[in-house]
């Protein structure tokens, strides 16, 4: 290699090197999580599943990646560790179905405290279609009755991120 030539392969590798970074960057933040907040209505079914709506906030939103609000329904409910009388596990998958079509499922870990009436869980993103094929996220919750006497739904809040 001659001398001459050593200075402009050295700019050239930075250069290259630099728009390498430049095009890592730029690909992370285009994933980079956003903030999402989902507030769910639901209305107990004895006679099958349970059912709601939701309305979804927060950049996620402003930023096309979820939809604005929709229908939801509970596909599954599976109750554990309720035998020491103090607290249960509740694993809930729910589908989401946007107004404008699509839909995304959620399953969300409850963890209901009988001595305090509080209940909280977790959720993750499981899958969806359409534009939501792609969706990942997750986050923690909590939910309160909805004011009925008798309860005959609850109200669940999602804070988290989606990407």
């Given at each position: 290699m001659s001398r001459s030539n050593r200075p402009a392969r050295v700019i050239a590798a930075v250069l290259a090197a630099s728009l390498?970074?430049?095009t890592v960057i730029g690909s992370v933040s285009a994933g980079s999580p956003q903030q999402v907040e989902i507030v769910s209505h639901m209305n107990f079914?004895?006679?099958g599943p349970n059912f709601g709506d939701f309305d979804a906030s927060g950049a996620a939103v402003e930023s096309g990646l979820i939809c604005a609000s929709g229908s939801v329904v509970d596909t599954g409910i599976i109750f554990a560790?309720?035998?020491n009388g103090r607290s249960a596990q509740i694993l809930v998958r729910k589908t989401f179905t946007c107004d404008e079509g699509g839909t995304f499922f959620v399953?969300?870990?409850v963890h209901l405290d009988f001595e305090t009436s509080?209940?909280?869980f977790t959720w993750v993103v499981t899958g969806?279609?359409?534009?939501y094929t792609n969706l990942h996220g997750s986050g923690g919750g909590t939910t309160v009755?909805?004011?009925s006497d008798p309860q005959t739904g609850n109200i669940n809040t999602y804070t988290g991120f989606l990407h």
């Open positions: 390498a970074l430049v079914n004895p006679d560790g309720f035998q399953k969300i870990q509080t209940e909280s969806g279609t359409g534009a009755g909805d004011g």
